[in-house]
């Protein structure tokens, strides 16, 4: 089951918080970094965080940097992205990604919503 499934979006207000899972229920990923993207109507992709295989290593993009933080649980293979302090400009899709070699995978993503 080659799968990444996002979870955890929803509706808050400016200034709140929300935690998104990506979980890799195959358990096919467990090794891989893992990625966080975001896409707002009318905007093309964005990067927002990574997260190296095992935690040990992350990245977040200028844009979150400070706000959002990621961590990952081996033991549930899953990923988490941690959002606070969230503004207008995060609402989006955000999806889960693994870039391998010659494929790229992503889950079907989850809507958060910033009211203002």
């Known amino acids: 089951q080659v799968q990444l499934v996002e979870s955890g979006g929803g509706l808050v207000q400016t200034g709140g918080s929300l935690r998104l899972s990506c979980a890799d229920p195959?358990?096919?990923?467990?090794?891989?970094?893992r990625n966080w993207y975001r896409q707002a109507p009318g905007k093309e992709c964005e990067f927002v965080v990574s997260?190296?295989?095992?935690?040990?290593?992350?990245y977040l993009s200028d844009s979150v940097k400070g706000r959002f933080t990621v961590s990952r649980d081996i033991t549930k293979n899953a990923v988490y992205l941690q959002m606070n302090s969230q503004k207008p400009e995060d609402a989006a899709i955000y999806y889960c990604?693994?870039?391998?070699?010659?494929?790229?995978?992503w889950g079907q993503g989850t809507q958060v919503t910033v009211s203002s």
């Open positions: 195959g358990r096919t990923f467990s090794g891989y970094q």
């Open positions: 997260i190296n295989w095992d935690g040990s290593y992350t």
């Open positions: 990604n693994v870039k391998l070699e010659r494929e790229s995978y």
